[in-house]
């Protein structure tokens, strides 16, 4: 087989970037380990900045999120037992859509092969090689036999165990970490949002965060330990801990109803620099991973491809490598940016470890000046509906 560009992995980066470098007419022929089934039922991100949702509709895959994503104009910060609204809309002008990654996954899936574009679902044992020639090659199993791939360029779209970074060799990649020394317990419930917005919880019991998916489910989740097994969860428990944590003096609480899905995410922040090798350029969880709480995972992954394929467009328009030459000093900017903020909502809102007094009236008190001030309150809102994602780049109009 030959392509322009080689796409490993089909999650929101690899999809995004196949379907923005076919708008430009370069070919690509995307790579995926599972099956779509499985991958089209990962309950995963749920929340799309302002430029993701536009950059969604500009390209033509925005219809079913228009119609069923719900825009959201505020989130809300609770402590103390009250609520506290962040005014996203008024502070920036923009709103967020809430929208399932499943259902975005879904939507350019559906695009790419109502289109007859090349995807290939249960692609087994992807090596690649040649990535500091101009011929890198890609090997993988599908349906018993062995296939080889020859392209430009391989995009590692792969996530965070994938094996393109692995294929970097030593000594070329640095890797920046920083583990919680707590987790996520999520869970998708049938029950009707018990809020319009999303809730934010700092409870001396540790974090909790009330999101949607439609109206008739919720989205839900606790801080629980890093080691947590969700075995120790049955679903009363949770819903009494979630009520604890939710529950406010407004008379706010969550509804209950069928869990339809939980598990475990851990927490950690990981940036691996650059983010290319010759001709593999990594993008998305491939090179980076923030903690859930600013909302940023799937948005910043679809920010770098967007980079990417106004780099690539360009080259094969016109030979111009400049936008190549700095794709990873590009998107790293953007990527520490989110990372900071990403890091700077997980510990504003989580209980440390030791729960030290000291550490939770520090952050009441910060919780405090970014409910009351202007300044703080916009600097929140700025980043949490999304840096300005640069559309042209992406060769957009
Ligand atoms: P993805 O991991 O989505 O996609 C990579 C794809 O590559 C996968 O389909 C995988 O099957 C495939 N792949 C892997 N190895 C391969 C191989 N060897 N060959 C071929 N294909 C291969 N972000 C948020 O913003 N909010 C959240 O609430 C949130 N919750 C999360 C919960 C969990 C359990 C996880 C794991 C992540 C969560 N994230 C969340 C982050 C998540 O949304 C990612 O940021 C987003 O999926 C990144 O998209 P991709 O970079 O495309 O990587
Ligand atoms: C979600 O709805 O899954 C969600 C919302 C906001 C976050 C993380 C997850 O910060």
Same mark, same amino acid.
């Given at each position: 087989?030959?392509?322009?560009?080689?796409?490993?992995?089909?999650?929101?980066?690899?999809?995004?970037?196949?379907?923005?470098?076919?708008?430009?007419?370069?070919?690509?022929?995307?790579?995926?380990?599972?099956?779509?089934?499985?991958?089209?039922?990962?309950?995963?991100?749920?929340?799309?900045?302002?430029?993701?949702?536009?950059?969604?509709?500009?390209?033509?895959?925005?219809?079913?999120?228009?119609?069923?994503?719900?825009?959201?104009?505020?989130?809300?910060?609770?402590?103390?037992?009250?609520?506290?609204?962040?005014?996203?809309?008024?502070?920036?002008?923009?709103?967020?859509?809430?929208?399932?990654?499943?259902?975005?996954?879904?939507?350019?899936?559906?695009?790419?092969?109502?289109?007859?574009?090349?995807?290939?679902?249960?692609?087994?044992?992807?090596?690649?090689?040649?990535?500091?020639?101009?011929?890198?090659?890609?090997?993988?199993?599908?349906?018993?036999?062995?296939?080889?791939?020859?392209?430009?360029?391989?995009?590692?779209?792969?996530?965070?165990?994938?094996?393109?970074?692995?294929?970097?060799?030593?000594?070329?990649?640095?890797?920046?970490?920083?583990? +919680?020394? +707590?987790?996520?317990?999520?869970?998708?419930?049938?029950?009707?949002?018990?809020?319009? =917005?999303?809730?934010?919880?700092?409870? =001396?019991?540790?974090?909790?965060?009330?999101?949607?998916?439609?109206?008739?489910?919720?989205?839900?989740?606790?801080?629980?330990?890093?080691?947590?097994?969700?075995?120790?969860?049955?679903?009363?428990?949770?819903?009494?801990?979630?009520?604890?944590?939710?529950?406010?003096?407004?008379?706010?609480?969550?509804?209950?109803?069928?869990?339809?899905?939980?598990?475990?995410?851990?927490?950690?922040?990981?940036?691996?620099?650059?983010?290319?090798?010759?001709?593999?350029?990594?993008?998305? &969880?491939?090179?980076?991973?923030?903690?859930?709480?600013?909302?940023?995972?799937?948005?910043?992954?679809?920010? &770098?491809?967007?980079?990417?394929?106004?780099?690539?467009?360009?080259?094969?328009?016109?030979? &111009?490598?400049?936008?190549?030459?700095?794709?990873?000093?590009?998107?790293?900017?953007?990527?520490?940016?989110?990372?900071?903020?990403?890091?700077?909502?997980?510990?504003?809102?989580?209980?440390?470890?030791?729960?030290?007094? +000291?550490?939770?009236?520090?952050?009441?008190?910060?919780?405090?000046?970014?409910?009351?001030?202007?300044?703080?309150?916009?600097?929140?809102?700025?980043?949490?509906?999304?840096?300005?994602?640069?559309?042209?780049?992406?060769?957009?109009?």
């Amino acid at each position: 087989m030959r392509t322009d560009v080689a796409i490993v992995g089909a999650g929101p980066a690899g999809l995004v970037l196949a379907h923005l470098l076919a708008r430009a007419g370069i070919g690509s022929v995307v790579l995926e380990t599972h099956s779509r089934e499985h991958v089209e039922s990962r309950v995963r991100a749920g929340v799309l900045e302002a430029g993701t949702a536009d950059l969604l509709e500009r390209t033509g895959v925005g219809d079913r999120m228009r119609q069923q994503g719900m825009i959201h104009r505020g989130i809300e910060l609770s402590f103390g037992g009250r609520r506290h609204r962040v005014d996203l809309a008024g502070l920036t002008g923009r709103t967020i859509t809430v929208y399932g990654q499943q259902e975005v996954v879904r939507d350019l899936i559906a695009a790419r092969l109502g289109a007859g574009l090349p995807l290939i679902f249960d692609a087994k044992s992807v090596r690649l090689s040649g990535l500091d020639t101009s011929a890198p090659l890609v090997r993988f199993r599908h349906d018993g036999e062995e296939v080889e791939l020859t392209a430009d360029v391989v995009a590692g779209c792969d996530g965070h165990h994938g094996v393109c970074r692995q294929a970097v060799p030593d000594g070329v990649l640095r890797t920046y970490r920083r583990d +919680y020394p +707590y987790a996520w317990l999520g869970v998708l419930a049938q029950a009707p949002p018990a809020s319009e =917005e999303l809730v934010y919880t700092r409870h =001396e019991r540790g974090f909790a965060l009330f999101s949607m998916r439609s109206p008739a489910v919720t989205r839900l989740y606790l801080q629980v330990a890093p080691d947590e097994d969700v075995a120790g969860w049955p679903d009363e428990r949770i819903w009494a801990e979630l009520h604890r944590r939710l529950r406010t003096n407004d008379g706010f609480d969550v509804h209950e109803g069928d869990v339809l899905e939980k598990g475990v995410t851990p927490m950690r922040s990981v940036v691996t620099e650059p983010m290319r090798y010759g001709r593999l350029f990594l993008a998305g &969880d491939a090179a980076h991973i923030v903690p859930p709480t600013g909302a940023k995972g799937m948005n910043l992954a679809i920010a &770098d491809v967007a980079v990417l394929a106004g780099a690539l467009v360009t080259w094969y328009a016109t030979g &111009d490598e400049a936008g190549l030459a700095a794709y990873s000093r590009t998107c790293l900017r953007r990527v520490w940016r989110v990372q900071h903020f990403s890091w700077w909502m997980t510990s504003m809102l989580h209980a440390t470890d030791r729960d030290d007094p +000291y550490e939770h009236r520090l952050q009441l008190a910060q919780l405090d000046s970014v409910t009351q001030s202007l300044a703080y309150a916009t600097s929140l809102a700025e980043n949490y509906v999304g840096l300005p994602l640069d559309c042209a780049a992406a060769g957009l109009p």
